[in-house]
């Protein structure tokens, strides 16, 4: 941190300044300016809030420098992590195409995608059994009948599934049944949720909130892997913005952010984020092109008719030249990356 | 729901979409205009989503019109609602002041804490007992033990006191020790907290999540009450916005919003928005100005060593201010209202 | 600016920074720290980008500490600025309202407003003249007819009055007929507009723009007051944000901190931001309690038929009640500031 | 537009909103609903302002419908404009790069530059010789000084070049100099230089609003086409949003948008989007993927001493990866497109 003092601070005021920094276990080390006089915070062994000094007589501005995430950090672990699922791998130099419907409606429904995205190309499956559903009077998903299809679907097809969990109760559930545990946009800074999946033996995938900062995320999963998990997928969804053509905008940049801070996977949902079919696959081709560890997309064999979301589904044809664009741009985008 | 049709969609397609609305159990009225022809929804029982529609061929777009909640609507239940905490009401004529430490830290700063806010004029004390954390390495609250100290205060002082439930695991243990039980802006959209909150006894603060709508937030209120449980408080904290000089936007225009829309009392926490001192008695006359219902304060008899929040935390002689000047300008706010 | 190195940063990667720092004229001090070193950059004579030095390998992250601006600055100039318009003054403990339609639609339109407003409170007139327009198809304004129309106004009614310039083509004409020249908030950053304002002698009304920080609308002031003209009343009116129950989002805590800032007025305009006129009483009394200098507001003797934006005019009675309000607030908020 | 009454709304209130309705021109048809009556308003020849009925008695909401442009909608004019520049097409299936420096600092340093950017692969040479600067105090350009330097570069290479324009008072100058002439992010609604930019003779590259709609660029632009100059680029440069790893947030989905309501050719520049050198390469990618007509970046030949925004420009060699890379992305991603 570092403690920029007004002109007029008198010696005092400084004074007090460092005797709090002091106070709490750190080191204080001024630095004379032309103007003004400022003090770097050395030595902390913990995050400390800005706001303490800033609101301290004297003080301009307290400005945080170290990155408060530690066991994420590619600074402690430089080489890219590789989760492995099944016989997919995650990460590094992999490129993984999750696919599925929104909701789990019935079996015959996520048999015949299943069927379908296995044969185009994806690597793993996707749908949900629980979902996180704005208004009470919605569909909220299947539960435990959702998770059996779901590993059906792995019996059936040998593909590794994800669902989300929305809350501690249904963890061990849907920890039993699927081979990723996803935690939702709503829920990354679930604490509870978090130290949980920190517990768990099956890989984590951790969406981004939807008005979370590339720092905040990382926190999220430095609660999981603090816990004792290093399994964990990050996944860039999209932020609450001003526009109105798209349901969220997606920030491409956190993806080359996220790949030099931290050594964990980052992949993109451009479904979620579109919240139209029509943008999921250029959004798709752009996410394989900045450098994305994979894809998960909403595909339905019957969009029309979904339960949940379908009119940013894609039509099972579409799926198919999503998986072959995106794969020829990922092998173009790594080739000097 | 309003479906725009494209000026060049067929016949076909326009037939396409009346059959989908009305395979939903809906009915459908084509309104011919100049140009283009519209389809209006009517009938629909639930909420729909827009992008079901927005992803057929010839449709321009969806554009939702009937707001979601029932509930929470003043359309429903005209007449404000006034929540009873102990001997405090909550809404209507009423202005209440809510005001304590961020986090419970000790029987001592507590204590002397509530004595002085007690004596300036607060209704109702806070104090975190859970604190929510963006760092799993930060102070994350007394647990059990603050609960305690916060049932003493309401011995000693005869001040109701509410505190933030972080899960459901400690619903219970939350619920049995204080008189109002919060939901925090992380947990907004944390479905299965609010579904446990339906069936609580005690009244809920619900704050507004930091990018949450105004019809989001109401419809997380929907949550709580269609289970069973209408006390509910609502919370304006701030949005995230590009803005760095303060932690969070304060949406003044929210309180007005959501008094029209509902029925619901509406307080404002200009603490958590501000993140600085320096605004916080400037923004809490705002609140008592727009209208709210009241404020929600940090108030610390040692601001400068506080664990969590200090530089946001009013100093006593601050608070006494803040109660002066804000009942004095509620009482101008509601002359003509 | 502070410099941030990696934890692996080379020795010669902090020296290029050191030298890259000396070849810009400035003194880099290094501060050696637990984990990495930072390296300061002081005695800088103009505004640095951080940029260049966060491209350099080795960099983790440049911080700017020194706010750019300079003449707005209270550091420079430690007592409120207080603007003379005729015989009214705007700053320090004074409190004005200025108020008028939108738009200059006709001359009994504007006279029976004007006769209205200075009745009841007002201390300025406003009124567009050159409306800026989303749509090249909507109503642009009067023109120099209108301008004569203000005109009048004040020698009718002996009010002082202020309108917006689009552009330097008319800024000769509109200040030759006004009071104060607005700029509007889309052109907040066009800097012809802003030198010519430096070089007027009528007083600037400078409006924020929609997605501009504190720092850039100082640094816009800058500009005005760098030519020679220190006359400017800034005004806060509403941000871009995701919220849609009103048309702009106003950022209440702008006004606190501009306070501590410069020594420049600032006002706040509920109108624009709002977009709807049921929100515009509560916060114009928001707005008198945060500690603004004044308000500006729309009022229209017939707004529902207003050619421009008559949704958000005040009804002459409800401008009544607004300024008896917002007086009166502002004689408490303003009593231990 | 859909006018929605509220469910409590009089036979009074509804007539009134029709009468309304009918005095502005336009024709008036109320749609009965299950609970609530809306209207909806047909035929209207400007665009109207929702505001005005929604500040009107029993009127719940105004929802606009109908896009308000004409000339630049994909539904007045179907096929793909294709805008010739000297020998380079932009629009339909071509994809340009255009690449410079930010600003023009001196010949030598121009040269350099166009010499590398022409032989690796650029098509158009972009360079600034009037700079819109957040501080007054920074470099502002060479003037017309610049513009010179532009046009050898477009003698000794053959590049068509590209440069922005702040003001009217420039805009000849500009225009006698330059191939394209470009308005900048924050004169996307200056409405006097649009209206001059549609008597242009020249191609204009109209750069997004950071915080404007996708409507409201289109609606600038339509002030260029209604003047008579149909030639324009739109060129997507990133939002202003809460992230702090990137200067802006680029908005890849308004490219799908854009070609689907428009005929005009969209064009994406990461450099001041990003404002970090990192990831410029990655967006690039991802701009040929989402489907642009083509990118504008900035390259330095010594980018660590560039007087403006060096921290953003590529280095040579990045510059070729990036020619390479983006030109295979975007053969990929129109062969179904």
Request: some cysteine.
């Amino acid at each position: 941190m570092l403690i920029v003092m007004r002109q007029d601070a008198t010696r005092e005021q400084v004074d007090a300044v460092i005797h709090a920094i002091e106070e709490r276990g750190c080191t204080a080390r001024p630095i004379p300016g032309g103007e003004r006089i400022s003090i770097g915070v050395l030595y902390n062994v913990g995050p400390i809030d800005p706001a303490t000094f800033q609101g301290m007589p004297g003080v301009k501005e307290a400005i945080p420098v170290t990155r408060p995430y530690k066991l994420v950090s590619r600074e402690i672990h430089p080489h890219d992590s590789v989760i492995n699922v099944g016989e997919v791998s995650v990460g590094g130099d992999n490129f993984v195409i999750i696919a599925g419907p929104c909701a789990v409606e019935s079996e015959s429904q996520v048999m015949s995608t299943a069927e379908h995205v296995k044969r185009v190309g994806a690597d793993i499956f996707r749908g949900g059994a629980f979902k996180p559903r704005t208004s009470p009077y919605a569909f909220q998903g299947l539960g435990e009948e959702g998770l059996r299809i779901l590993a059906r679907v792995r019996e059936n097809y040998g593909l590794p599934v994800v669902t989300e969990v929305l809350d501690m109760e249904h963890f061990d559930m849907v920890e039993k049944y699927v081979d990723i545990v996803q935690i939702g946009t709503r829920n990354m800074q679930n604490f509870s949720l978090l130290r949980r999946a920190g517990e768990a033996g099956k890989p984590i995938l951790l969406k981004r909130g939807m008005s979370a900062t590339v720092d905040e995320w990382l926190m999220a999963a430095e609660y999981i892997i603090s816990e004792g998990n290093p399994q964990i997928i990050l996944c860039e969804r999209g932020l609450r913005t001003f526009v109105r053509h798209s349901r969220n905008t997606l920030d491409f940049s956190a993806v080359p952010v996220v790949r030099r801070e931290s050594h964990l996977p980052v992949i993109v949902d451009p479904s979620h984020a579109a919240g139209l079919r029509d943008q999921v696959l250029p959004l798709s081709r752009a996410g394989a092109a900045v450098g994305a560890h994979g894809l998960m997309v909403e595909v339905h064999c019957m969009p029309d008719s979904a339960l949940c979301d379908g009119g940013q589904s894609l039509y099972p044809e579409q799926f198919e030249v999503l998986c072959r664009q995106a794969r020829a741009i990922r092998d173009i985008a790594i080739q000097n990356h």
